[in-house]
């Protein structure tokens, strides 16, 4: 009905609205996930056309310093340096994240704005080199009082090694040595390398999903076309 009307009234008018998104937060607290599984989701895609996936905020509380990492041979940790390393660690996110579902590419100097400009603290990147080439990393900062692994990334060649879990429990350990033993990511829960298992191997559990549904209210526009 309020679709029906909206289309009617005033989505023609407009140029820039053609979709409705509904996201919608479920916690661990309280049985939430246990009550919402048994909802009748049909009625939702009734009025939305699209489930648009699922995404997960893990988390883990660390009750003990996590295990000591094990590195594959020939990969090691060096401090990170920003001047020298930046663009490297650039080129491995975007290798390593071009699998990643809604991947785009983009510029050097986006990525610094968006993330390294936004981690002030290199000591909470972990970068693993193989010889003069970055292996895979872990880009860790504080967010909403907890620690967070901001992404995590291996390059292909040097997955399936443990290189993701030596990363994960490195940045685990750090964040645990400084008195904070409660840390989080965020992780689409389709996944297509595995990341959500490799979470819950080092001992995370879902703390929070993002259901994220959405209705097309009518074809977007070309906006080269001039309308
Ligand atoms: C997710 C990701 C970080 C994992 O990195 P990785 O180095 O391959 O991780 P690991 O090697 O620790 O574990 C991956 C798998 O290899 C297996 N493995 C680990 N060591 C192994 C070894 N020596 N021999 C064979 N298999 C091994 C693990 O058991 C695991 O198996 P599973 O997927 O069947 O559960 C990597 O695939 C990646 O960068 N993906 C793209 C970016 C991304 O999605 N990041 C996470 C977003 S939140």
Redesign the pocket.
Known sequence: MLFHYAREHFLEGLNFVYRLSANIVFTDKGGQFAAYRKLPFQKWDYFFDLSAGFSWRMQIELQAPPPEPRW?AGVELRPFDKASHDRLVWQADAQ??S??FGYTPGTFENWQLRVSGRDKDGTLWFIAWDGDQVA?YSLCRYRGGIGFVG????VRP?????????LLQRSFGEFYRRGMPTIG????SQ?S???T??YE?AGMHIASEFVLYEKELRLGRNLADGH
């Open positions: 594959p390593a994240f699998d990643h895979g992404a995590l990334g291996v040097w997955r399936r090694r443990g290189l993701g879990m030596a990511l965020g992780v689409d996944n390398t595995g990341a298992r490799l191997r």
